[in-house]
C-alpha cells in the first residue's frame, strides 16, 4: 500500500510546485507532523472499534424506541454499492493512509480560485471517524481530533475494516447503515441491492435531507445521474449501464413518517452525549455485545412536541426545546433542530445563546430572598446609569414604554420592563445574581456586569430547563437526564439513576415568584402596556408560571406547573437579527406542547404555605387600594411584610443613595 501512496503524494507536490516554495516548505512541515503522528499511533495501544458495538434505547414505559444499525460484513454488501460509494466519495481510498493529499491540493487550489471554501477533501477513512467518535462542530479542535483518529483507524484496521464499519454506520436520510437502509428504501437485503437502487443509496449521504429520494425525489436523480457518471469514469460500469440504472424506475417502500423521527434522532443523540459522562459505560458499550438504554423519554410528550414543531414552516429559523419533569429531572421530550438530516448539531444540549428576559426570574428570586415584595416599586422611565468608573448604561424597555412612575415588582414582570430589573440588580449588588443563578446550576462563568440582568449571558437551554425546574418544584435542585438505566446484554444493570434533590430555595418565596410569572398573560395587567404573554390567555386551559425572553438573535419561553416544564428556544444558526417577518413561532410551540401534554393531568396549582397572605392591591403601583372603583389585584406576600394603608414605600429612594452608582433621569 505504500507505494500508491508515495506515487499519489509525489503528484500532490508537482501540483503545490504551481503555488510556490512556501508551499512546498509548509507541505514538508505539514509531512513531518504526519510522520510523527503516525509513528505516536504505531505505538499507541489500538483503539477499539466492533461489530458488536449496538445499542438500544427504551422510553420510560420500556418501549424499544431506537437501535443504532444491523451490522453486515462486506461480502454482504451489494459490488455496486461499495463501488458506487468509492467512486463517489473516496476513488483513491486503498491508496491512501487516511488523507488524500492529491485530492487536498486540487481542493486548495479550486477554493483559490474561487474564493471560497466550498471544495472539501475528506476520505471515507476521515468520515468514519468523525461518524464514530466526534461532534458536528466545525471547529479547529473537532478537525485535529479527526485527523488523529483516522491515522489510528488507518494504522490498526484493514482497508476493508474500514470501509466495513464505514458502510454500516453512515447516514442514509435519517437511516443508518446500508442494511437498515436497503430495508427501508426498497425492502431487501444489502447484498441484493442492483445498480440503480446502490447508486440511488450512495448519493445520499453527501446531503441526507436533499438527496433522499423521500423528501426530493427530483435532486435524488440528479444525484444518482452524478454517483452513475463517476462510476463510468471509473470504469466501474459501461455506457449502457449507466443508461439503464438511470431510466430504471424505482419502487420505493420507506415513507417519510418512519417511527424514527429527526426529533428521536436529537434525543438520541443526547443520550448518547450523556452515556460518555459516566464512568466505564463506554467500554462496555464497545466489548458487551449490545447494551440496553432506559430512558426518560415520554413518547406521548414527544410526539406532541414534535408535531406542534412540523406544522410550522419555519424556513432557516432553527429551533431548541427541551420539557422536563421538575420533581426528578427525567427530560420527557427534546428537539435540537429542524431537521436532523440537515445538521445533527444539538442546539437543545450544545448551543450556547442569550437568555434575555428569561433570566429576570432569577433575580426577582433574589430581590424576593433580599426583602422585596411583589409590591415593591421603582420609577420606570427612561433612565441613564452612571458608574464611578465614568462609563454609563442606558437601556430601553421593549417599544419604548415606560409607567414614568412607581411600577411594582409583579407589574415589572409581566411588562418585562428592563428599567426596573436594572434598578434591582444593581440596588442588590450584581453578585448577587451570579450567586442565585449558581445555586440553581447555571454553570456558566457568569460576569456580574449590569447587563446581566437582561439575559445578554449565553447559556443552554439545559441548564435554563433545570434552573427553572427549581421554581417549578418549589426549590429543590434536581439533575436534569436522559438516562435511567443501563443493562448489558445479559441484564446486568452497569448503571442506575441516583436521584437527588437538595433544598435551594425558601418555598414561601417560591410561590410569591410562581404567582407573579402568572402576571404575564394576566388581564388585570393591561393598562399603558400589554402583558407580554397576554396573546396566549385565551389558549390556556391550566395556570400556568411562564417567562419569555427576547434579544436581536434569540426568542426563548419558558413555562411550567408541577407536572412540567418546557423550554423552547428560536434563532438563527449564524447569529443573524431577525426580519419583522419572524413570527412567534416558540410561543405557539410552547402552548400548542403544554396544553397538548398535560389535557388528561392533574393540574391543580400550587397549594400556599402557611405564612402567605394575599392582599388587593393596585396591580401597577403595588399600593393598596383604598377606592372601591379602583381595579385591584391579589398580590402574595410573607406574612408581616403586606402593604398597610397609606404605605407609598418605594425602593427609588434609597437606590439613590447608593454610594458607587447613580442614576440621571433624561
Not at 510523527?36 to 461489530?51: D, E, F, G, H, V
Not at 454517483?227 to 460500469?237: A, P, R, S
Not at 417519510?256 to 459522562?277: H, P, R, W
Not at 392582599?615 to 389585584?633: C, F, R, S
Request: some cysteine; proline content about 3%; charged content about 20%.
Amino acid at each position: 500500500m505504500l507505494f500508491p501512496f508515495i506515487e499519489r503524494l509525489v503528484k500532490s507536490m508537482k501540483i503545490l510546485k504551481k503555488i510556490g516554495k512556501i508551499s512546498i516548505i509548509l507541505l514538508g512541515i505539514f509531512l513531518f507532523g504526519n510522520v510523527c503522528l503516525y509513528i505516536y499511533c504505531l505505538i499507541t495501544p489500538k483503539i477499539q472499534i466492533s461489530k458488536n458495538q449496538s445499542y438500544y434505547l427504551y422510553d420510560n414505559k420500556n418501549n424499544e424506541i431506537f437501535n443504532n444499525y444491523s451490522w453486515v460484513s462486506l461480502e454482504e454488501i451489494s459490488p455496486y454499492l461499495i463501488d458506487a460509494t468509492l467512486s463517489t466519495e473516496d476513488k483513491h481510498f486503498y491508496n491512501h493512509i487516511g488523507f488524500d493529499y492529491l485530492r487536498i491540493a486540487k481542493a486548495i487550489l479550486k477554493n483559490i480560485a474561487s474564493g471560497s471554501l466550498s471544495e472539501g477533501a475528506s476520505t471515507i477513512t476521515q468520515q468514519y471517524a468523525k461518524n464514530l467518535y466526534l461532534t458536528y462542530d466545525k471547529t479547529w479542535k473537532r478537525k485535529i481530533e479527526e485527523a488523529i483518529l483516522a491515522f489510528e483507524l488507518e494504522t490498526h484496521y484493514t482497508k476493508d475494516e474500514i470501509l466495513e464499519g464505514y458502510l454500516n454506520t453512515i447516514n442514509y436520510g435519517g437511516v443508518f447503515g446500508i442494511e437498515n437502509a436497503s430495508q427501508y428504501y426498497f425492502n431487501k437485503s444489502a447484498k441484493d441491492l442492483n445498480l440503480a437502487e446502490a447508486s440511488m443509496l450512495a448519493g445520499i449521504p453527501q446531503s441526507p435531507s436533499n438527496y433522499s429520494p423521500l423528501y426530493n425525489e427530483e435532486l435524488a436523480k440528479k444525484r444518482q445521474k452524478t454517483v452513475l457518471t463517476l462510476m463510468y469514469n471509473n470504469d466501474k460500469i459501461d455506457e449502457d449501464e449507466l443508461n439503464q440504472a438511470y431510466n430504471e424506475k424505482l419502487t420505493y417502500s420507506g415513507n417519510k413518517n418512519s417511527e424514527i423521527t429527526s426529533g428521536l434522532m436529537y434525543f438520541k443523540d443526547a443520550v448518547l452525549n450523556e452515556l460518555l459522562q459516566i464512568p466505564n459505560i463506554p467500554d462496555s458499550l464497545l466489548t458487551t455485545g449490545g447494551i440496553k438504554i432506559y430512558t426518560t423519554l415520554d413518547s406521548t410528550a414527544q410526539a406532541v412536541l414534535e408535531k406542534s414543531i412540523d406544522d410550522k414552516d419555519m424556513g432557516e429559523l432553527q429551533i431548541a426545546a427541551i420539557m422536563m419533569n421538575p420533581n426528578n429531572g427525567d427530560v420527557l421530550a427534546l428537539v435540537g433542530g429542524t431537521d436532523y438530516n440537515a445538521s445533527q448539531f444539538n442546539r437543545a444540549i450544545s448551543a450556547k445563546r442569550q437568555v434575555g428576559s428569561t433570566m429576570k426570574p432569577f433575580l426577582y428570586y433574589a430581590a424576593l430572598e433580599s426583602g422585596f415584595t411583589s409590591a415593591s416599586s421603582f420609577i420606570s422611565e427612561k433612565t441613564t446609569f452612571s458608574f464611578s468608573n465614568n462609563s454609563t448604561y442606558t437601556p430601553k424597555n421593549y417599544n419604548d414604554k415606560y409607567a414614568n412612575g412607581p411600577l411594582s415588582m409583579g407589574a415589572a414582570i409581566a411588562y418585562s420592563d428592563n428599567i426596573y430589573a436594572i434598578k434591582t440588580h444593581l440596588f442588590l449588588g450584581e453578585e448577587k445574581l451570579v450567586s442565585i443563578s449558581n445555586r440553581l446550576g447555571i454553570d456558566n462563568n457568569l460576569s456580574a456586569v449590569p447587563s446581566l440582568a437582561l439575559g445578554t449571558e449565553e447559556i443552554s437551554l439545559m441548564n435554563m430547563v433545570s434552573g427553572y425546574s427549581s421554581f417549578a418544584n418549589m426549590g429543590n435542585k434536581i439533575n436534569g437526564h436522559l438516562i435511567k438505566k443501563i443493562e448489558d446484554s445479559k441484564g446486568n444493570i452497569l448503571y442506575e439513576f441516583e436521584e437527588k434533590k437538595v433544598n435551594i430555595l425558601d418555598e414561601s418565596l417560591v410561590y410569591i415568584l410562581n404567582e407573579m410569572l402568572t402576571y404575564t398573560y394576566d388581564q388585570s395587567f393591561i393598562d399603558y402596556n400589554y402583558p407580554t404573554l397576554i396573546s396566549l390567555a385565551p389558549r390556556m386551559s391550566n395556570k400556568y408560571s411562564v417567562k419569555s425572553g427576547t434579544t436581536n438573535t434569540d426568542m426563548w419561553i419558558i413555562g411550567y406547573n408541577k407536572n412540567a416544564v418546557l423550554g423552547v428556544w428560536t434563532g438563527y444558526d449564524d447569529n443573524r437579527n431577525f426580519s419583522s417577518e419572524v413570527s412567534n413561532f416558540h410561543k405557539d410551540i410552547w402552548i400548542e406542547t403544554m396544553e397538548n401534554y398535560l389535557k388528561d393531568k392533574d393540574n391543580t396549582w400550587y397549594d400556599a404555605p402557611d405564612n402567605i397572605v394575599g392582599v388587593l392591591v393596585n396591580p401597577i403601583t403595588g399600593e393598596l387600594i383604598d377606592n372601591e372603583e379602583e381595579k385591584g389585584k391579589i398580590f402574595y406576600f410573607l406574612r408581616g411584610t403586606e402593604p398597610y394603608v397609606g404605605d407609598k414605600y418605594n425602593f427609588d429612594s434609597v437606590f439613590n443613595q447608593n454610594d458607587t452608582d447613580n442614576i440621571i433621569e433624561n
